[in-house]
């Protein structure tokens, strides 16, 4: 899936802990997006970061959650106090650039980190 | 808020048949539109993207676009028990967020040996 890793790939959390879920984009790639699925539903966009930006978190519960992309390392996102519905598939995707509209270009997705908090 | 409207299935096919799989979209100034699959416990795949009018055919997949009735489609010809998986439909929001794509709710496909 175009080179953008995730890690952890599954990762157990009990309530109250915190969750990190990382993200290295695509060599060269400067722009990450997460995306979130729970279960039964669809995927549903949750930030959009460049290095050390953060452009659009319009999708991003107002509490518990953040993201950071910083100019070294890979993209974060933190889930503090993790609850039960916070299970979920959290997916990352990169571009060299923010994709173009009227064209085919889009996004591309890594494998996923799977999240369940018990 | 913009909705994509996908039927969540199962769509059962014999092996060899052609799946026909639908969606609708809210926002009639939508221009692109992309076909995802996903197999469970993997990733989105992304299979198909149109944005224009007609018909796109890439292998086994052709996407048909139809503006006016604000209806894509992806038809397989020839499916295999390999194409059984969810298949996601998926619109950008807007012109200035194309990378805040709004998905369906996928339609599970089975292709029956």
């Known amino acids: 899936n175009a080179g953008v890793m995730q890690n952890p790939r599954h990762l157990v959390r009990r309530r109250g802990q915190e969750a990190r879920l990382r993200c290295s984009p695509v060599k060269g790639h400067s722009h990450v997006y997460w995306y979130r699925q729970l279960p039964e539903e669809g995927l549903k966009f949750m930030v959009y970061l460049q290095k050390e930006n953060i452009i659009d978190e319009s999708g991003m519960p107002k509490e518990r959650f953040s993201a950071e992309f910083p100019k070294e390392g890979p993209s974060i996102l933190r889930i503090q106090q993790v609850v039960r519905g916070d299970s979920a598939a959290y997916f990352c995707?990169?571009?060299?650039?923010?994709?173009?509209?009227?064209?085919?270009?889009?996004?591309?997705f890594g494998e996923g980190s799977w999240l369940t908090v018990v | 808020q913009k909705e994509v409207e996908q039927n969540s299935g199962p769509l059962s096919v014999p092996e060899g048949a052609i799946a026909s799989l639908n969606c609708t979209y809210s926002d009639r100034g939508s221009q692109s539109f992309f076909w995802y699959r996903q197999y469970s416990g993997k990733s989105p795949e992304l299979i198909m993207s149109?944005?224009?009018?007609g018909d796109k055919e890439d292998g086994r997949f052709t996407a048909q676009l139809n503006k006016a009735s604000q209806y894509v489609s992806l038809l397989i010809r020839d499916s295999q028990p390999s194409d059984s998986a969810t298949y996601l439909c998926a619109v950008p929001e807007g012109l200035d967020s194309s990378y805040k794509l709004i998905f369906g709710s996928g339609t599970r496909l089975l292709v029956r040996p």
């Open positions: 149109i944005y224009s009018n």
């Open positions: 995707a990169s571009s060299p650039s923010r994709p173009p509209t009227y064209s085919g270009n889009t996004i591309y």
